[in-house]
């Protein structure tokens, strides 16, 4: 067996760990709380009265225009300055979640701005209150439109991750750099690390297309693509 | 009965109804009529607070309201009317992600609290009255535009509204596609089911509804028995409008 084999084979499974003890896990907690958060955040601008309005918009500007690997440092290496000291995984979640809710509110923001306003008319007309009408009638139609774009910011999430390594989470791209600085093989190491990620995001995409066909059943009985 | 008093609405500057007053009967059905603009569609709106107007009364059954432009009426006095009320709308707008029979039991499920058994089953006798049980399962995209209009009726009646509001329910649908529409109401009408309609479609206007208003700029200005405004229509703003309609009018009117 070639040598450049042996030490796939061999780094494969630790690789494999710590994408599955940190990079999932990460990835899995920051969405679900960033798709949380968007959503309030979404909610207050949409809804909110006007001093909200500005403050979600704010925020939405600062998260958005700073990088992600500054606001990771600014948690991790800042906060301990202004007496508060986080692990590093802790602060990773902080630090993602509050990006992700950055992104996702405006994306949440468009498609629940994209059901039709007769919609909530009906549900009204049938003496829904609003947070009926908005569980019943608006969410789910809404949720059909954001899972293309919604999808889009989990794929780019598992691999943003890897800025993780970077304030000493020991996921799988620090694991690779780990492994490469002991081996002096950072080719052979990094291609391998790169085929996991694509593992990673193709199981994603995969879940995806499955979310977005249940979704849409009610559009595809009819034969028609909108 | 419906008791509208002095109700006023604005958009911003501009006054879409001025002082509209007007009494509906249990079991009669009412045709408002007018040039677009004229605030018809409005007037609906407000009468289940879609809209709510800046002044006026708004009586229906044991529920009334005040208006006030300082302030809005609480969520329970709107509830208490919009519960009244049933909603047919131009564009249809059936839930797209629920089966036809799911949007027919919507409401008395989630707004009710109805049993789901018992709302299934008076959601398919509502289906059948509107000869749509046979697509109960389905999806609204799947149907026409005629077939959509029936089922939203139906939606509108589950709750056993005290009044029918209907903003054109035929204009988006193509002459035959509305007969069947037409044909809805009508036996709808002939069993008392009270109705309010905006429209411009003279077969719904002349042959289902009792009582004609003639809206124009937010003002009535003509209202009678349907026969005496197709046929003898007083004012001549009426005679005008009128007279662009009734090339459809019935064969035994003489007009």
Known sequence: ?226 | MIRLAQIEKRFGQQVVLKGIDLTIDEGSVTALIGPSGSGKSTLLRCVNLLEIPQAGTLQLGAAQINFDRHHTPSRQQIQAIRQQTGMVFQNFQLFPHLSVLANVMEGLVTVLGWDPARAKQRAGELLEKVGMSHKADVYPGTLSGGQQQRVAIARALAPAPKVLLCDEPTSALDPELALEVVAVLKQLATEGTTMLMATHDLRLAANIARHVVFLEAGQIVESGSSQAIFTQPQQPRTQAFISTLTHKAPDNWEI
């Open chain 1, 1 to 226: 067996m070639p040598a450049w084999l042996q030490l796939m084979i061999d780094s494969f499974w630790p690789l494999l760990r710590a994408g599955l003890l940190f990079t999932v896990p990460l990835t899995l907690i920051t969405f679900v709380g960033g798709i949380a958060l968007g959503f309030l955040l979404a909610l207050g601008r949409l809804y909110g009265p006007k001093p909200l309005v500005a403050l979600v918009r704010f925020y939405v500007w600062l998260i958005r225009g700073t990088p992600l690997l500054v606001q990771l440092f600014l948690i991790f290496y800042g906060l301990p300055s202004a007496g508060i000291t986080l692990d590093a995984f802790t602060a990773a979640v902080i630090g993602f979640t509050l990006n992700v809710g950055a992104y996702t509110s405006e994306v949440i923001r468009a498609t629940l701005d994209a059901v039709p306003k007769g919609q909530w008319e009906a549900s009204y007309s049938i003496g829904m209150n609003w947070f009926q009408a908005m569980r019943r009638i608006v969410l789910p139609q809404a949720a059909r439109i954001a899972v293309p774009p919604l999808s889009n910011t989990f794929i780019s999430l598992v691999k943003d991750t890897s800025l993780a390594a970077a304030v000493t989470v020991p996921e799988l791209f620090q694991a690779a750099q780990r492994i490469a600085a002991a081996t002096y093989e950072p080719l052979i190491l990094y291609i391998e690390t790169a085929v996991i990620y694509l593992l990673f995001s193709s199981v994603l995409s995969a879940l995806q297309n499955k979310l977005e066909a249940r979704l849409t059943r009610h559009n595809q009985q009819s034969g028609e693509s909108s």
